[in-house]
T-cell receptor
Framework: NAGVTQTPKFQVLKTGQSMTLQCAQD?????MSWYRQDPGMGLRLIHY???????DQGEVPNGYNVSRSTTEDFPLRLLSAAPSQTSVYFC????????FGPGTRLLVL | KNQVEQSPQSLIILEGKNCTLQ??????????LRWYKQDTGRGPVSLTI?????NTKSNGRYTATLDADTKQSSLHITASQLSDSASYIC????????????FGDGTTLTVKP
């Protein structure tokens, strides 16, 4: 039981590049979500999903896309990276108790 | 506007001492309040979850209290250990259907030997 896994752990992008942050869970949770954490700020919700095929926007969705084709996977796509997207990204799984992944540290130059 | 404010921003204590972290919120409607521990470079880990009707909940040396009338919560850590050094985050869920929550900025606790 690996819990929530995220890849990559660290990524450097140039402005305008696109990439996908991977998130997978093996706890059969319906609810999954993506957050970003910036220095001195609380985690902010980007997108969430209440089950396969169902996604919705959080409070900071601009510049990000998500899809949920399976219960296990919830990838986050950066369409055209901008320096403002430099952050630490956390994927979480679960409803009452949220289990967070180890995070992906993204640097956009 | 939904807000969660935590205090102090940072705290340094000696190993073995107790401490209390504060969380004030203006989130509405209230669903539940959670405390997380986040070690440096890692994702948050849940410590406690409290609903409106719960006043206190413990998890080992961690005890959380909730006063729904004054919209305040506290996290008390007893007999601190070096491994308690971390950021402690207060989170209030306000949207029951979508699971949306407001996160506090966290209190950074440093426990020194």
């Amino acid at each position: 039981n690996a819990g929530v896994t995220q890849t990559p752990k660290f990524q450097v992008l140039k402005t305008g590049q696109s990439m996908t942050l991977q998130c997978a869970q093996d706890m059969n949770h319906e609810y999954m979500s993506w957050y970003r954490q910036d220095p001195g700020m609380g985690l902010r919700l980007i997108h969430y999903s209440v089950g396969a095929g169902i996604t919705d926007q959080g409070e900071v969705p601009n510049g990000y896309n998500v899809s949920r084709s399976t219960t296990e996977d919830f990838p986050l796509r950066l369409l055209s990276a901008a320096p403002s997207q430099t952050s630490v990204y956390f994927c979480a799984s679960g409803w009452e108790t949220q289990y967070f992944g180890p995070g992906t540290r993204l640097l956009v130059l | 506007k939904n807000q969660v404010e935590q205090s102090p921003q940072s705290l340094i204590i000696l190993e073995g001492k107790n401490c209390t972290l504060q969380c004030n919120y203006t989130v509405s409607p209230f669903s539940n309040l959670r405390w997380y521990k986040q070690d440096t470079g890692r994702g948050p880990v849940s410590l406690t979850i409290m609903t409106f009707s719960e006043n206190t909940k413990s998890n080992g040396r961690y005890t959380a209290t909730l006063d729904a009338d004054t919209k305040q919560s506290s996290l008390h850590i007893t007999a601190s250990q070096l491994s308690d050094s971390a950021s402690y985050i207060c989170v209030v869920r306000y949207n029951t259907n979508a699971g949306k929550s407001t996160f506090g900025d966290g209190t950074t606790l440093t426990v020194k030997p």
